[in-house]
């Protein structure tokens, strides 16, 4: 299983761990990944995602995951959150009718 939020897109970072001798070995940070299920109010189901903890905060502060994909840009996510996509718009598009020019 990679180690990269499903949502945004994060992954693990390279840096330097470095001694109180100044000894710079290399290590990785990673990302601090959370098993999470979401209320979809759109699709009317529970959805299991892996995604970062500031994922989690976003998605609370743009008022739940349907809003959040809704204006996510598709190359941050994952193949899975694309097909979530794609169902709420198609759900969301067929809820809202048509209004025709008068």
């Given at each position: 299983?990679?180690?990269?939020?499903?949502?945004t897109a994060?992954?693990?970072?390279?840096?330097?761990?470095?001694?109180?001798?100044?000894?710079?070995?290399?290590?990785?940070?990673?990302?601090?990944?959370?098993n999470?299920?979401?209320?979809?109010?759109?699709?009317g189901?529970?959805?299991?995602?892996?995604?970062?903890?500031?994922?989690v905060k976003?998605?609370?502060?743009?008022?739940?995951?349907d809003?959040?994909?809704?204006?996510?840009?598709?190359?941050?996510?994952?193949?899975?959150?694309?097909?979530?996509?794609?169902?709420?718009?198609?759900?969301?598009?067929d809820?809202?009718?048509?209004?025709?020019?008068?």
């Amino acid at each position: 299983m990679s180690r990269r939020c499903e949502l945004t897109a994060k992954g693990p970072l390279v840096g330097h761990k470095v001694s109180h001798s100044n000894i710079k070995t290399k290590r990785r940070f990673l990302p601090n990944l959370v098993n999470v299920t979401f209320i979809s109010e759109a699709l009317g189901r529970n959805v299991r995602l892996r995604v970062s903890t500031n994922a989690v905060k976003s998605v609370d502060h743009n008022g739940g995951l349907d809003a959040f994909l809704l204006k996510a840009n598709t190359d941050a996510l994952s193949p899975r959150a694309v097909e979530l996509k794609r169902a709420i718009q198609k759900k969301v598009g067929d809820a809202q009718p048509e209004k025709k020019a008068s």
